[in-house]
């Protein structure tokens, strides 16, 4: 068995299953849309390298209703090597969403978070983004 940990609570789980849990965080209200940055963890395709699945993630967003990247490079998540980028596009509720992203390895599991905001409020929650940023760590 092995022990699933939250910051809420702990969870037994067999050892031939996968934690591809998500973490989500919310900031404060803003009509339409909390601004908010989600942490998934999941497996990367078989023998995929990190510029090949964030290459093949960006070509998914880019089939998003007027995306449009505006910067990207590389940088580090966690003390370890990430690819970033920013990008917007319009939701179907017709609001234009700021997201920067980054993509890292770690342990074998690809690491992708998202910080988000409406184009409008984005630049004003950038601090907390780049806050979050470099406050996460790897813990095992």
Known sequence: MQQILSTRYTLQAPDDWLDQSTVTLLGPPRPGFFPNVTINQEPPPEGMQLDGYFAQQRRELMTLEGFRLEAHGDRLLGGTKALWHRYSWITPQRFGITQLQLMGYHGGIAYTL???????????????????????????
């Not at 910080?115 to 929650?125: H, L, N, V």
Request: glycine residues 4%; proline residues 7%.
């Open 114 to 140: 998202t910080a988000s905001a409406t184009s409008e409020d984005f630049p004003s929650f950038e601090p907390a983004f780049e806050q979050l940023i470099a406050g996460f760590r790897f813990t095992a």
